[in-house]
Nanobody, 129 residues
Framework: QLQLVESGGGLVQPGGSLRLSCVAS????????IGWFRQAPGKEREGVSC????????NYADSVKGRFIATRDNAKNTVYLEMNSLKSKDTGVYYC??????????????????????WGKGTQVTVSS
């Protein structure tokens, strides 16, 4: 069974940092691009970041650009989302999702839900003083 498991969420003060992890089980991430999504209370889920199969290409929503960094370690079957200078509006449930052998252009645009077919259950991030 293909599964993704997110971890690393929690409660952090504004201006703080968190690093989310997304670990794959039942498959290897070598041929998968990864999208990070978040869902704030009362809002629709939105794409936050995309990282390509090799990690060479990544893309970020304007709201997180310059503060969030997506990386991957295929040897550990893990993708990370480093989140810095966190703001209250970053609060939400964060999800990682995977798509197998996507086209080269997958990360030229922000991820959309219909592109990804393996999903984690999410991890809660709360930014509050």
């Amino acid at each position: 069974q293909l599964q993704l498991v997110e971890s690393g969420g929690g409660l952090v003060q504004p201006g703080g940092s968190l690093r989310l992890s997304c670990v794959a089980s039942g498959f290897t991430l070598d041929d998968y691009a990864i999208g990070w999504f978040r869902q704030a209370p009362g809002k629709e889920r939105e794409g936050v970041s995309c990282i390509s199969v090799t990690g060479i290409m990544s893309n970020y929503a304007d709201s997180v650009k310059g503060r969030f960094i997506a990386t991957r370690d295929n040897a550990k079957n893990t993708v990370y989302l480093e989140m810095n200078s966190l703001k209250s509006k970053d609060t939400g449930v964060y999800y990682c999702a995977a798509v197998w052998k996507p086209g080269m252009r997958i990360c030229l645009v922000l991820p959309t839900e219909d592109q990804y077919h393996v999903w984690g259950k999410g991890t809660q991030v709360t930014v509050s003083s």
